[in-house]
Protein backbone atom coordinates (compact mmCIF):
# COMPACT_ATOMS: atom_id res chain seq x y z
CA UNK A 1 0.00 0.00 0.00
CA UNK A 2 1.03 3.68 -0.89
CA UNK A 3 1.26 4.41 3.13
CA UNK A 4 3.70 1.43 3.55
CA UNK A 5 5.74 2.16 0.60
CA UNK A 6 6.17 5.61 2.08
CA UNK A 7 6.82 4.13 5.79
CA UNK A 8 9.82 2.01 4.32
CA UNK A 9 11.71 4.36 2.49
CA UNK A 10 11.75 6.41 5.97
CA UNK A 11 13.12 3.51 7.37
CA UNK A 12 15.77 3.33 4.60
CA UNK A 13 16.34 7.04 4.86
CA UNK A 14 16.25 8.20 8.59
CA UNK A 15 17.07 11.35 8.55
CA UNK A 16 14.09 11.86 5.50
CA UNK A 17 11.79 14.82 6.42
CA UNK A 18 8.44 14.47 5.68
CA UNK A 19 7.54 16.54 3.20
CA UNK A 20 3.44 17.48 4.03
CA UNK A 21 2.92 19.01 0.35
CA UNK A 22 4.22 15.96 -1.21
CA UNK A 23 2.60 13.70 1.09
CA UNK A 24 -0.61 15.87 0.33
CA UNK A 25 -0.71 15.35 -2.95
CA UNK A 26 0.06 11.21 -3.09
CA UNK A 27 -2.84 11.36 -0.93
CA UNK A 28 -5.26 13.14 -3.45
CA UNK A 29 -4.38 10.18 -6.01
CA UNK A 30 -7.57 7.67 -6.64
CA UNK A 31 -6.68 4.22 -7.40
CA UNK A 32 -8.95 3.05 -9.13
CA UNK A 33 -12.58 4.06 -8.20
CA UNK A 34 -11.34 4.21 -4.76
CA UNK A 35 -9.91 7.19 -2.85
CA UNK A 36 -6.18 6.54 -1.11
CA UNK A 37 -7.45 5.82 2.57
CA UNK A 38 -4.58 6.61 4.73
CA UNK A 39 -4.03 4.51 7.63
CA UNK A 40 -3.18 5.13 11.42
CA UNK A 41 0.64 4.28 11.22
CA UNK A 42 1.65 7.17 9.12
CA UNK A 43 -0.27 9.47 12.25
CA UNK A 44 1.95 7.74 14.54
CA UNK A 45 4.91 7.88 12.98
CA UNK A 46 4.55 11.78 11.83
CA UNK A 47 3.79 12.64 15.55
CA UNK A 48 6.61 10.52 16.68
CA UNK A 49 9.14 12.87 14.23
CA UNK A 50 7.46 15.56 15.84
CA UNK A 51 5.75 16.67 12.47
CA UNK A 52 3.29 18.98 13.01
CA UNK A 53 2.12 20.06 9.47
CA UNK A 54 1.96 16.19 8.25
CA UNK A 55 -0.47 15.60 10.96
CA UNK A 56 -2.79 17.99 9.75
CA UNK A 57 -2.76 16.92 6.20
CA UNK A 58 -3.38 13.21 7.27
CA UNK A 59 -5.71 14.62 9.30
CA UNK A 60 -7.68 16.33 6.78
CA UNK A 61 -7.13 13.33 4.10
CA UNK A 62 -9.16 11.03 6.67
CA UNK A 63 -6.59 9.53 8.97
CA UNK A 64 -8.25 9.09 12.61
CA UNK A 65 -5.84 10.58 14.65
CA UNK A 66 -7.04 8.65 18.00
CA UNK A 67 -6.34 5.20 16.70
CA UNK A 68 -4.62 3.50 18.69
CA UNK A 69 -1.58 0.73 18.40
CA UNK A 70 -3.16 -2.88 18.86
CA UNK A 71 -0.53 -3.99 20.71
CA UNK A 72 0.25 -1.09 23.11
CA UNK A 73 -2.88 0.53 23.67
CA UNK A 74 -0.84 4.13 22.36
CA UNK A 75 -2.63 6.80 20.20
CA UNK A 76 -0.37 9.12 18.13
CA UNK A 77 -1.04 11.70 21.22
CA UNK A 78 0.52 8.84 23.68
CA UNK A 79 4.04 8.52 21.22
CA UNK A 80 4.32 12.41 20.61
CA UNK A 81 3.94 13.32 24.80
CA UNK A 82 5.93 10.25 25.82
CA UNK A 83 8.51 11.19 23.11
CA UNK A 84 8.61 14.94 24.12
CA UNK A 85 7.70 15.86 20.89
CA UNK A 86 6.09 19.39 21.67
CA UNK A 87 4.63 20.46 18.39
CA UNK A 88 2.82 17.14 17.37
CA UNK A 89 1.50 17.56 20.98
CA UNK A 90 0.42 20.75 20.48
CA UNK A 91 -1.27 20.23 16.52
CA UNK A 92 -3.30 16.86 17.93
CA UNK A 93 -4.76 18.39 20.64
CA UNK A 94 -5.76 21.09 18.20
CA UNK A 95 -7.34 18.76 15.92
CA UNK A 96 -9.22 17.06 18.75
CA UNK A 97 -7.19 14.44 19.73
CA UNK A 98 -8.33 12.52 23.65
CA UNK A 99 -5.64 13.68 25.57
CA UNK A 100 -7.57 11.22 28.07
CA UNK A 101 -7.41 8.22 26.45
CA UNK A 102 -5.93 5.16 28.24
CA UNK A 103 -3.36 2.70 26.85
CA UNK A 104 -3.23 -0.98 27.92
CA UNK A 105 -1.38 -0.20 31.11
CA UNK A 106 -4.11 2.73 32.41
CA UNK A 107 -2.12 5.54 31.28
CA UNK A 108 -3.12 9.02 29.45
CA UNK A 109 -1.07 11.10 27.07
CA UNK A 110 -0.65 13.54 30.01
CA UNK A 111 0.73 10.54 32.39
CA UNK A 112 3.49 9.96 29.93
CA UNK A 113 4.48 13.60 29.11
CA UNK A 114 8.35 13.39 29.12
CA UNK A 115 9.24 16.49 29.90
CA UNK A 116 8.09 19.83 31.36
CA UNK A 117 7.69 21.36 27.83
CA UNK A 118 5.17 18.94 26.85
CA UNK A 119 3.11 19.02 30.11
CA UNK A 120 3.26 22.63 29.56
CA UNK A 121 1.97 22.36 26.08
CA UNK A 122 -1.38 20.36 27.36
CA UNK A 123 -1.81 23.41 29.96
CA UNK A 124 -1.21 26.07 27.67
CA UNK A 125 -4.01 23.97 25.44
CA UNK A 126 -6.26 24.04 28.23
CA UNK A 127 -6.09 27.63 28.86
CA UNK A 128 -6.47 28.81 25.31
CA UNK A 129 -8.69 26.32 23.48
CA UNK A 130 -12.84 28.00 22.86
CA UNK A 131 -15.00 25.96 25.38
CA UNK A 132 -17.44 24.69 23.02
CA UNK A 133 -20.59 22.53 23.35
CA UNK A 134 -18.58 19.68 21.92
CA UNK A 135 -15.78 19.67 23.69
CA UNK A 136 -16.64 21.64 27.37
CA UNK A 137 -17.32 17.89 29.27
CA UNK A 138 -13.89 16.37 28.03
CA UNK A 139 -12.16 20.21 28.96
CA UNK A 140 -12.99 19.89 32.57
CA UNK A 141 -11.56 16.60 32.63
CA UNK A 142 -9.03 17.68 31.10
CA UNK A 143 -8.65 20.54 33.37
CA UNK A 144 -8.74 18.41 36.61
CA UNK A 145 -6.37 16.38 34.99
CA UNK A 146 -3.63 18.68 34.86
CA UNK A 147 -4.76 20.84 38.32
CA UNK A 148 -5.87 23.83 36.13
CA UNK A 149 -8.65 25.13 39.01
CA UNK A 150 -8.22 29.15 37.40
CA UNK A 151 -9.80 27.25 34.39
CA UNK A 152 -12.59 25.04 35.73
CA UNK A 153 -15.14 27.97 36.68
CA UNK A 154 -15.44 29.15 33.10
CA UNK A 155 -15.76 25.69 31.77
CA UNK A 156 -18.36 24.60 34.24
CA UNK A 157 -20.05 28.06 33.86
CA UNK A 158 -20.02 27.00 29.97
CA UNK A 159 -22.33 24.36 31.00
CA UNK A 160 -19.53 21.73 31.36
CA UNK A 161 -21.59 18.27 33.32
CA UNK A 162 -19.64 17.50 36.60
CA UNK A 163 -21.18 14.15 36.48
CA UNK A 164 -19.31 13.40 32.87
CA UNK A 165 -16.49 10.68 33.36
CA UNK A 166 -13.55 9.34 31.46
CA UNK A 167 -13.59 5.77 30.39
CA UNK A 168 -12.54 4.93 33.88
CA UNK A 169 -15.86 6.17 35.34
CA UNK A 170 -13.83 8.68 37.22
CA UNK A 171 -15.92 12.11 37.31
CA UNK A 172 -13.47 15.53 37.07
CA UNK A 173 -13.65 15.66 41.02
CA UNK A 174 -12.74 12.34 41.64
CA UNK A 175 -9.86 12.88 39.04
CA UNK A 176 -8.33 16.02 41.07
CA UNK A 177 -8.32 14.51 43.59
CA UNK A 178 -6.35 11.25 42.84
CA UNK A 179 -3.70 13.90 41.32
CA UNK A 180 -3.85 15.90 44.22
CA UNK A 181 -4.86 18.97 43.16
CA UNK A 182 -7.03 20.48 46.26
CA UNK A 183 -7.55 23.58 44.29
CA UNK A 184 -9.04 22.06 41.69
CA UNK A 185 -11.47 20.04 43.54
CA UNK A 186 -12.52 23.03 45.89
CA UNK A 187 -13.32 24.37 42.45
CA UNK A 188 -15.39 21.02 41.37
CA UNK A 189 -17.32 20.17 44.62
CA UNK A 190 -20.18 22.15 44.74
CA UNK A 191 -21.09 21.49 41.27
CA UNK A 192 -20.96 17.97 41.22
CA UNK A 193 -23.22 18.09 44.44
CA UNK A 194 -25.48 20.16 42.23
CA UNK A 195 -25.25 17.32 39.72
CA UNK A 196 -26.10 14.61 42.14
CA UNK A 197 -22.83 13.04 41.76
CA UNK A 198 -21.07 13.01 44.77
CA UNK A 199 -21.19 9.50 45.38
CA UNK A 200 -20.53 8.52 41.59
CA UNK A 201 -17.93 5.42 42.24
CA UNK A 202 -15.32 4.38 39.28
CA UNK A 203 -15.21 1.17 37.19
CA UNK A 204 -12.51 -0.33 38.80
CA UNK A 205 -12.18 0.08 42.58
CA UNK A 206 -15.99 1.39 42.91
CA UNK A 207 -14.48 4.81 44.91
CA UNK A 208 -16.08 7.75 45.16
CA UNK A 209 -14.98 11.35 45.30
CA UNK A 210 -14.65 10.86 48.93
CA UNK A 211 -13.13 7.68 49.22
CA UNK A 212 -10.24 9.11 46.48
CA UNK A 213 -9.71 12.00 48.70
CA UNK A 214 -9.52 10.51 52.17
CA UNK A 215 -6.73 7.74 50.15
CA UNK A 216 -4.73 11.20 49.21
CA UNK A 217 -4.77 13.17 52.39
CA UNK A 218 -6.94 15.79 50.79
CA UNK A 219 -8.41 17.25 54.34
CA UNK A 220 -9.78 20.10 53.31
CA UNK A 221 -11.71 18.56 50.03
CA UNK A 222 -12.47 15.76 52.78
CA UNK A 223 -14.39 18.10 54.92
CA UNK A 224 -15.85 20.02 51.75
CA UNK A 225 -16.99 16.75 50.56
CA UNK A 226 -18.62 15.98 54.22
CA UNK A 227 -20.28 19.48 54.92
Do not use: M, W
Not at 33 to 40: G, I, L, P, Q, R
Not at 196 to 214: E, I, P, R, T, Y
Amino acid sequence: ELDQKYLGELDQEPELEADANVIAVLLSIKLGEEEFECSASLVQEAADRNDPDLIHVLSDAGADIDTANGRSGRSPLHVASANGRVRAVAKLLELGANALRKDQQGRTAVDLAANEEAKAAFAEFCEEVEITDGYKDALLLLCARLGNASRLPAVLQAGANPAHTDEAGKTSLATACENQYDAAAAELVEATKNAGALDLQDNNHKFSALHVASANGLRSTVARLLS
